[in-house]
């Protein structure tokens, strides 16, 4: 099935900037959701941004305006992060809905969740 493989974490300074990505592998797939969640040390894993099949986003409302996310749908998602802040240090996870082949398997319903990366916000 699909495979997700994150990158772009690691530590910066407060006020600075990251970029994460997941790639999407393993087959031909047509996501009707992507996004990022993120799950802090002794919290519960929350949605951070979201890209849906209407090319439409959405945003927690503690990184409107911080972050943006893109992705094709397909292949790749990705978490541009501005103006980091130390509350948005956690471990970030990629996630995705859909359907597609792999291994000449049809899958109706996909979801699958990258291993995680990590994101230190810290002077």
């Known amino acids: 099935q699909v495979q997700l493989v994150e990158s772009g974490g690691g530590l910066v300074q407060p006020g600075g900037s990251l970029r994460l990505s997941c790639a999407a592998s393993g087959g031909d797939f047509s996501f009707s959701e992507m996004g990022w969640y993120r799950q802090a040390p002794g919290k519960q894993r929350e949605a951070v941004a979201i890209l849906t099949g209407a090319r439409t986003t959405k945003y927690a409302d503690s990184v409107k305006g911080r972050f943006t996310i893109s992705g094709d749908l397909a292949k790749m998602v990705s978490l541009q992060m501005n103006n980091l802040k130390p509350e948005d240090t956690a471990v970030y996870y990629c996630?995705?809905?859909?359907?597609?082949?792999?291994?000449?398997?049809?899958?109706?319903?996909?979801?699958?969740w990258g291993q995680g990366t990590l994101v230190t916000v810290s002077p």
């Open positions: 996630h995705v809905e859909g359907s597609g082949v792999s291994d000449s398997v049809y899958y109706r319903e996909l979801e699958e």
